[in-house]
């Protein structure tokens, strides 16, 4: 299953450490933060993205990429970055190696 819809992100798939911000004021303050986070040639700069969820401490998140019908989880810094290799970044064409790479890291 790609991730062509919103509602093929099932977000019950994550532990109780994470919330969805997709209909909160939050989804824009990540937004910020991210584009504030985003160096030039970062492989989210210039991608439209939206944030799903966020755990504890929000440092990490999870984005939908919707143009392109893809999922991101991001380790924000809360700084601003001049390296592409930050904010730490994976793209993820199917929901589910979403929760497995969370679940790799103990994260899900």
Known sequence: ???????????????????????????????????????????????????IAARRLNKESVWRLPRVGQCAVVHLTWSAEMSPSFPSTTIHQEWRDVIAELADRDRA
């Open 1 to 51: 299953m790609t991730l062509d819809q919103p509602k093929d992100l099932d977000l019950s798939l994550l532990s109780d450490a994470w919330r969805d911000v997709r209909r909160s004021d939050e989804a824009a303050e990540f937004k910020n933060e991210l584009e504030l986070e985003l160096p030039d040639g970062h492989l989210l700069s210039g991608v439209e993205c939206r944030a």
